[in-house]
């Protein structure tokens, strides 16, 4: 298994696929034993695949210390340096779309093209939802609460009627929760990953990015809102944004989303929709 040291955390990583490089940043609490992921997707076909586990999470090291998100950045950049690329394009998706505006803003010229899928900038833009504040509820709670912040449409009146649907939803989050969570430091990796997410800020910062920007986000996001992705595109000179129908997880849901960044990434795109 590749392992490489960074910023002095040692990094697991996965190489996927040919083509133009791409480094993909994954969401809250990402995993690469997890599956569906970053891999999964159609554009991971079209493009020289670059994912880690950040600090805490999955086979990297998991130190207990506080961290903020310009850490998980430098983290991504030394990665960079490890394997050799001196640039490419990235994509962040949720929190990684956080740390991927941090790498963007503090290693321009690391980043050629920046893809920010279901992800929030902080500040007068607006934050994410605070998941950090579910950290009080038991599990059940949790991954009930998720099933409609995950996707607005199944709200409690829409769970009243399809129960079955609305149980194997929340059994689904409920695993995914507790996936791994018997590792020692996975759940303190999780609490340092949540801190940095609760600090996130790059408002003021954003419109000093100069590379290519591809906004997106679900339409019935109930975590990264339409109202914060379209803040993030009115704040990034030149940004394109495309709105899709969905909730948080719609780049897992629907091989469009794969098609317009891949586009946008290869120079092909220069529109967006909403």
Not at 137 to 153: F, G, I, N, S, Y
Not at 173 to 181: D, P, S, T, V
Not at 218 to 232: P, Y
Request: hydrophobic share 40%; net charge neutral; charged share 25%.
């Amino acid at each position: 298994m590749p392992f490489v040291v960074a910023n002095g955390i040692r990094l697991y990583y996965e190489i996927h696929g040919t083509g133009p490089r791409l480094l993909g940043l994954n969401r809250t609490g990402g995993d690469l034993r997890q599956r569906p992921g970053l891999a999964d997707l159609p554009l991971s076909r079209e493009f020289e695949l670059l994912l880690f586990d950040p600090r805490g999470l999955g086979q990297s090291d998991r130190p207990d210390r506080p961290c903020t998100m310009a850490d998980y950045a430098a983290d991504a950049c030394a990665l960079l340096d490890a394997v050799g690329w001196s640039s490419c394009a990235a994509m962040g998706v949720s929190f990684g779309g956080m740390v991927a505006q941090e790498l963007a803003l503090r290693y321009p010229t690391r980043v050629t093209q920046l893809a920010l899928v279901c992800t929030s900038s902080g500040g007068a833009g607006g934050a994410s939802y605070p998941l950090h504040t579910l950290d009080t509820l038991p599990e059940l709670e949790q991954a009930e609460k998720l099933v409609e912040l995950l996707d607005t449409r199944r709200d409690a009146r829409w769970a009243a009627r399809h129960p079955g649907e609305f149980a194997e939803m929340r059994d689904r989050i409920l695993a995914a929760l507790r996936f791994r969570a018997d590792e020692p430091g996975r759940r303190t990796g999780m609490r340092r990953l949540l801190e940095a997410r609760a600090a996130h800020d790059t408002w003021e910062r954003l419109p000093q990015l100069s590379m290519p920007v591809f906004v997106c986000g679900g339409r019935f996001d109930g975590i990264a809102s339409v109202e914060n992705i379209t803040a993030l595109r009115q704040r990034i000179p030149g940004a394109v944004l495309e709105v899709f129908d969905g909730g948080h997880q719609f780049y897992l849901e629907n091989p469009a989303v794969s098609a317009s960044i891949s586009a946008f990434l290869r120079g092909g795109a220069g529109r967006g929709r909403s």
